[in-house]
Every structure is written in structure tokens, then in C-alpha cells.
């Protein structure tokens, strides 16, 4: 029996119990305590969330607390059958046959096994439409291994799962002949018989022929077993045949001819209101943001109480070791209760949500409902956890999915200004373009190669705070997409932090690994393209000089303080970019950084890496190089949310060739006009960027406020030809070893650079290197040099060019 608590308009449940506790002093083969038993439920249970059938309840989330207990949230739809009575006649006991054998065989299709059946676990609607409940329990423990408790109910458990016979389909063909045969018996079967009992029972049919007709006596039943249809008669003997080989599977039963005329489920015609049309994960995920806690109402249910820890401490420790305790608290006991979870809030905070709000039509120009304008500039925070703000944007998203690709840009649009985290991992495939073909499986992920000693040392240590990554199953998957990867590239090689570059789409993706692949697949060409070469050597420093010079244009201040100390980016820079920060920071400040990364180009992790000196800036002016050294091995914490701010505004404002790297996936070749052929000299020899004559002109025309062209020609050559409003500071005059902006007797000089990018032209690129080095040792912002010097003005768009 599981007693169901009942709640109003609900059909989201709660069950819950303990994992077995490991010995304190047990450690694994790496010497490592174990991983508790609670962790594995966790990470195997995640694959029966995908389980979808109109005879299955959906799980939709397992919840790990402490104490090892363990939390099954999932969908509750009917009355169990063991309480709907007499179930009717003959025509009724047919469909939950047959469901209940759809079912079973549903989950032998996708390699599962029930093991769990009983009429307790057999919900039953107003229309004998059924579902099976608690149906994941023998998987998720690993067939009882991690439980200190026996899975099944002995009375429905065939002879061969009694004598440890376990994973057999056809295991479940018998508790559902037992099932059925209580239906057409009208009794429970063996009712006075204890557990000992009933296994002796069962055991005894070992040398029985007909099962069926030995149970019909056993019962008094066997008027009962003679006048049934012969049809069921016989599919029911087939059900209760003691040899596996022999017996029945679900797939023979659904294929009899008993049930030929027979739908698959018939369809509550009750009238729902829309909320109750959406997916239940949407439901259950809308139900937390409205205040749901299912701890809570566990707790308020009496399921979970709660104890002094000192009654609990041992009596006596002899010195054996061995703690002489007091009696086992009955609160870490089975509890086979169901709690329902009230809908109650969810279905009023939702209550003025307008019917056209479920179906917003995309492609017109006023598909978006005028919802929460006013809370696109609150912090992401508060937009991710208000009900009505994420009941749209799910709407809205899971519309825009189903039709992807096609509607990628629709996706784009809206993911820049947020991404419900409810469809993160999805999103962010469509972002990154991936459309899922089925390749991955064609993968080789099991033939040992060089790289799996270092894999095997790396997971243990990749975000183990994570309940999914640290269980076995969550290293089992980083591992087969490790694998995968490195051997769908023979060019490139494992490099440490692959696998906390991987880590972020298996936590999104755990139930999908082919698109944790694909994910991972573009995006590392996109943002890593050519750092996973044996010899990376080359692509590093280019990335790290990028850096530098970005820094000097973005924070000049910082970056002398830096450079005057010697703080290179080589000594803390390496691992924010080989891995994308994701070994830096943890996956919940991952997820939203990378939100914003996905949506840039291969230049945006530059500007994060800017974002994150510049909340460090104070602390960094006021230290030397050892405490900067020991700043950075231990990170103060980062503020996502402006760092994201501070990256996006920096990206959207540096023009693009400022940011050009050689080493990058081109999606359209540079010409003459664009930055091109620097060499990684170029770049560890010039303190400031390069802009090309394209972005320049682009500025002048488009935005003349924004730019500052400081021309080192000789002022004859300046009169001949230059660009309007451009500041004529000829090289000669300059005193370099003065470094201060008055030594350049230029009036309001100052004034005249602020804000603006700072263009140094000239006739001879070197000049305009020392000038550039000159500006940034003055604390000028955002300096760089004109690619190809002046002369290219005359190629591209003379009449930029007037004369005085």
C-alpha cells in the first residue's frame, strides 16, 4: 500500500527515502572516499526524465538533502488500483491489460526494466486509462545495490527475482499476469500470508505446470478460472510460465489476438484549463519560481522529521571502533507515502495570463504580448526567478525551438536579452548551430587510447561540487564525450581543462549527449580554433599579446601598473582562456557568462577577461607582484552580472579589427583594407592594437563624436592632405621621455581624447608605435595605430581626405 496525501488541482507528487550509507572508513581503488550512494541515485535517475508515454507517469526531478535522502518528484494522474475496488467487467480489465503491457514494453524498448509492479504503482483513471507510478525505482538504485531496503513487492515477484535473478523483461510479464489474474479473481491473492509465507508460495509453483489454475485453487477461485474467456485464459497461463525461455514477452502480448480490437489509451475528455496543456517540467519549473518547496511539504506531511543529532551519538565506543548506538531512528525508515504537491499558487499567480499568451505568433511584427518590459534592465537574478516573466519566456522559447532552424534568428534576437534556464542547453545548440543527426553514436568512445589515464585523473576533479558531474554516471558520459571528441579530431591532442571546457554542456545536456557533442564541437573551432594543437605554443602567445593589447586600449592605468611589476598574463591568464573560465568559476556564474559569450564572437572572451581586471582593479594598483600572484590562486568572487555588462558594452563598442587575431576560423577572408598578415612579433612588439582603414572611415562617417585621428605627419604634409578634425602632432616635436599629455603643447588635448577611440596615424608605422606606447603611459584610453599608416586613405576613400 503507498497512502497518497491529497492536495487540490494537482498531479505532481513526492515520494521519498534514504540511500545506504557507506562505512566512514571505506575509500575507493584512487584512494578517494567513496561516492555516497546518494550521488549515484542522483546521476541515474537523470535518464528517466526523457521516458515519455501515455501509460508512464513523467519524472520530472530527483532531489538530493542531506542525511542521504532522496527526493522523487513525478507525475501522479489516478487513483492506484489496489483502491479503485471492482474494476467492471471483462472489457475494462482488458485495457489496463493491455496499457499496462504498453507500458512495460515501452520501457523494454529504451533497456529498462520495472521490477516494481504492483497494483499500488498501477494508477487508474475515471476513464480505466492507466498509468505506472515509481516505475524508475529498481533502475535509479541500481537494482537495490544502493538502498538499504528490498525493491518489489514480494507477493507480485516471480520465482526467479526471489532466487537473485535480476534485469530480465520478462520478470514483469509475471507480476503482470499476478495483476491481471487479482482483476479477473476479484481478490488478493494469499491476503493472510506474511512475507515468508508468500515467498514459499511462490517458490512451491516451481513445480507446478499451470501456475494460473494452482493459484485459482490456492484462492478458491477456480469457478472463477474456468469461466474465464479462453482467449485470457490462455494469455494469462502464458503470463505465469515458470521458465523465462517459455513465458510470454510484452511484445507477444500486445501482438495477441485477444487484443485486436483495442486502442492504445482513450482520451480524457474532461476540458483542462490551458496551464494544465503545457508540459509538466514547464508546470513543475513554474511551480518552484511561485514559491514550491517540496522539502516543505514533505516536512509538513510528517515524512521528513526532524531529530537532535545527540540522540543519534553512540553509547559506547569500545575499543574495537565499532560505536555501540542507540536504536535506529524511525524517521530514516521506508516511507511509502505519496505527498501531492498543491497548485494552488502556481494556478493564482498565473491567473490573469490572457489565452493568446500560450500560442504568441512568432513571425508577426507584434508577436511579443507586451509582457515585463519594465524587468529586461532588472539583474538577470530577479528575471530568472519571477513566475510570469519565465512563464513567457518558456512560452515563447519552446515556440521558437520547434521550429528551429529556421527560426534561429528569431532565437538569437531574443537570447540576447535572456535565456530561460529551464531550455539553457537547448538554446545554446541552436545559438552555437548544431542540428542533431544521429552521428555521434557512430563515434568510437570505447577503444583505450593514450589520453584515458589523463581523463580518468582529470573527472574526479572537474566540478565535483555538482551532484550530476560527480556521480558515476556524470563521469561515465565526461568521459565518453571526452573520448569522442579527441577522436573525431586525430589533428589535435587532450590538453588539461578539455574537461571543464566540456563540463558546462553535459550539465546542461545530461539526458542528451549527442547534443553536449555537437555543442562542444562548434564551439570550440569558434573561440578555441587551433589551441588543441600538439604545439600550441604560437596560438597562446598570440591570444595572451591580444590580451595585453587590449588591456592597454581598454585600462591603460592597470596595464602599466601590471607591466611595471611584471605581472604577465602569461602567469594567470592561461587557464581563463584554454577552458573558457570554466575552470575559474563555478557552473552557475559559467552558465551566465556563457550566455553572453555564445551570442560574440572569438574576441569576446578577450573583453571578459578585461571585465574580470577591472573589478579587481583596486585591489590590483595597490599590490606587487607576490600579492598579485597569490590574488589569482585564490579568486575573490567575481559579480557575474557585471561582468557581463561591462564585456557586452566593451565588445559593442571596440571596433572589430582592433580585436584581430591570425589564428581564428575566418567566416570571410581579410582583404588589403581589413587587419591582416600580423605576425605574433607585430603583436608582442606594439604596446597598442591596430584598426583598420575600413572601421576607421566607418567611425568618421557614422560616428565622428566617437573617434580622434592624432596624425604624427609633418605639418606641411598635414596642410596638403588630412582628415577633418584631426589633431596634427608632429613626431619630431614630441619629447617621449616626457611622459605627460602637456609636453605636447596641444591646448585641451585632454579634453579632446576623452571619450574617444584614438587613432595614431602616420607615415612610418614605428612612429606610430612610440606615440601609442607614449599615450598609454599618460593613462589615455583606448589608443591604437592605423594598419598600413596614412598612405591607405588615398586607396580606400580619398575624399575623407581635404586640404588647407
Request: charged share 20%; with cysteine.
Amino acid at each position: 500500500m503507498s497512502p497518497c496525501l491529497s492536495k487540490p488541482n494537482s498531479n505532481l507528487s513526492a515520494i521519498t527515502y534514504f540511500a545506504k550509507c557507506h562505512p566512514s572508513d571505506v575509500c575507493g581503488i584512487n584512494g578517494l572516499p567513496l561516492i555516497p550512494n546518494s550521488i549515484a541515485i542522483f546521476g541515474r535517475g537523470q535518464i528517466l526524465k526523457t521516458i515519455r508515454h501515455a501509460n508512464l507517469c513523467e519524472l520530472l526531478d530527483i532531489i538530493r538533502s542531506k542525511h542521504e535522502r532522496i527526493i522523487i518528484v513525478s507525475e501522479y494522474s489516478g487513483r492506484p488500483l489496489n483502491e479503485c475496488g471492482g474494476v467492471g467487467d471483462e472489457r475494462t480489465v482488458r485495457k489496463i491489460f493491455y496499457q499496462i503491457a504498453l507500458a512495460l514494453d515501452h520501457l523494454n524498448q529504451n533497456a529498462f526494466v520495472c521490477h516494481n509492479l504492483e497494483p499500488a504503482n498501477v494508477l487508474v483513471d475515471s476513464e480505466s486509462n492507466v498509468k505506472l507510478f515509481n516505475y524508475g525505482l529498481f533502475h535509479m538504485t541500481n537494482a537495490g545495490e544502493y538502498v538499504p531496503f528490498p525493491i518489489g513487492n514480494v507477493r507480485y515477484l516471480p520465482p526467479e527475482r526471489l532466487l537473485g535473478s535480476k534485469n530480465n523483461f520478462k520478470s514483469d510479464v509475471w507480476s503482470l499476469g499476478v495483476i491481471i489474474a487479482e482483476l479477473v479473481f476479484g481478490c488478493t491473492l494469499w491476503p493472510t500470508t506474511n512475507i515468508a509465507q508468500t515467498m514459499r508460495k511462490i517458490l512451491s509453483l516451481c513445480n507446478t505446470k499451470n501456475v494460473l489454475e494452482k493459484i485459482a485453487r490456492d484462492n478458491n477461485c477456480l469457478d472463477k478460472y474456468q469461466n474465464l474467456d479462453p482467449s485470457l485464459r490462455r494469455l494469462l497461463e502464458s503470463c505465469l510460465t515458470i521458465s523465462t525461455k517459455e513465458r510470454i514477452s510484452t511484445c507477444d502480448i500486445l501482438s495477441d489476438l485477444y487484443f485486436t480490437d483495442m486502442d492504445s489509451v482513450t482520451t480524457n475528455s474532461d476540458e483542462k484549463p490551458l496551464l494544465f496543456e503545457c508540459p509538466l517540467s514547464h508546470i513543475y519549473y513554474w511551480w518552484q519560481l511561485a514559491g514550491g518547496d517540496v522539502y516543505t511539504e514533505l516536512k509538513n506531511e510528517g515524512l521528513i522529521r526532524s531529530e537532535a543529532p545527540i540522540l543519534i551519538m553512540p553509547s559506547l565506543v569500545p575499543l574495537s571502533g565499532k560505536p555501540i548506538c542507540p536504536p535506529k531512528s524511525q524517521s530514516s525508515l521506508l516511507d511509502n507515502r505519496i505527498v501531492m504537491l498543491s497548485l494552488t499558487n502556481l494556478i493564482d499567480r498565473l491567473s490573469n495570463i490572457k489565452p493568446e499568451a500560450y500560442f504568441p505568433l512568432i513571425h508577426s511584427p507584434e508577436f511579443r504580448i507586451n509582457y515585463g518590459t519594465e524587468m529586461e534592465n532588472l539583474p538577470i537574478v530577479i528575471r530568472e526567478r519571477d513566475t510570469e516573466y519565465q512563464f513567457h519566456r518558456v512560452i515563447l522559447f519552446t515556440r521558437l525551438l520547434k521550429g528551429y532552424p529556421y527560426t534561429r534568428d528569431l532565437i538569437v534576437k531574443e537570447a540576447e536579452k535572456d535565456i530561460p534556464p529551464l531550455l539553457r542547453g537547448h538554446i545554446w545548440a541552436c545559438l552555437l548551430g548544431v542540428i542533431e543527426n544521429g552521428s555521434y553514436e557512430s563515434i568510437d568512445k570505447v577503444t583505450p587510447t593514450a589520453t584515458d589515464r589523463q581523463i580518468d585523473v582529470d573527472i574526479p576533479r572537474c566540478h565535483q561540487y555538482d551532484e550530476s558531474l560527480s556521480s558515476p554516471e556524470g563521469h561515465r558520459k565526461l568521459k565518453r564525450l571526452l573520448k569522442a571528441w579527441v577522436t573525431h579530431h586525430p589533428q589535435y591532442v587532450y590538453w588539461q581543462g578539455l574537461d571543464s571546457l566540456t563540463a558546462p554542456f553535459l550539465y546542461l545536456n545530461f539526458n542528451n549527449e549527442e547534443r553536449a557533442f555537437l555543442s562542444l564541437y562548434k564551439f570550440i573551432p569558434k573561440y578555441l580554433h587551433w589551441f588543441f594543437l600538439k604545439d600550441n605554443s604560437a596560438i597562446i602567445k598570440e591570444y595572451l599579446s591580444k590580451f595585453s593589447q587590449l588591456t592597454n586600449f581598454h585600462e591603460p592605468v592597470l596595464a602599466k601598473h601590471l607591466r611595471d611589476i611584471n605581472f604577465i598574463p602569461e602567469l594567470f591568464a592561461i587557464p581563463w582562456f584554454l577552458t573558457m573560465f570554466s575552470h575559474v568559476f563555478p557552473l552557475y556564474k559559467i552558465i551566465h557568462l556563457w550566455d553572453k559569450l555564445i551570442l560574440g564572437d572569438n574576441s569576446f572572451p578577450l573583453y571578459i577577461g578585461i571585465s574580470v581586471l577591472k573589478q579587481l582593479k583596486t585591489t590590483l594598483l595597490s599590490s606587487g607582484f607576490n600579492e598579485c600572484i597569490l590574488l589569482f590562486s585564490d579568486l575573490p568572487d567575481i559579480v557575474m552580472e557585471t561582468c557581463m555588462i561591462e564585456s557586452q558594452k566593451m565588445y559593442s563598442t571596440t571596433p572589430k579589427s582592433v580585436a584581430y587575431r591570425r589564428h581564428v576560423l575566418h567566416e570571410v577572408e581579410p582583404d588589403e583594407f581589413d587587419v591582416s598578415g600580423l605576425e605574433l612579433s607585430d603583436l608582442q612588439n606594439e604596446l597598442c592594437p591596430r584598426i583598420s582603414v575600413k572601421d576607421t572611415v566607418r567611425l568618421l562617417v557614422d560616428s565622428p563624436e566617437r573617434i580622434c585621428i592624432v596624425d604624427l605627419r609633418s605639418s606641411l604634409e598635414y596642410k596638403r592632405a588630412h582628415i577633418e578634425n584631426s589633431i596634427n602632432i608632429p613626431f619630431t616635436s614630441v619629447a617621449l621621455g616626457d611622459v605627460r599629455l602637456e609636453s605636447l603643447n596641444v591646448p585641451g588635448l585632454e579634453k579632446l581624447l576623452a571619450n574617444r577611440i584614438v587613432v595614431v596615424v602616420s607615415l612610418l608605422h614605428e612612429n606610430a608605435i612610440l606615440f601609442s606606447k607614449f599615450l598609454v603611459e599618460c593613462g589615455v584610453y583606448r589608443v591604437c595605430t592605423l594598419h598600413n599608416c596614412f598612405n591607405i586613405f588615398y586607396s580606400v576613400v580619398p575624399n575623407v581626405l581635404i586640404s588647407s
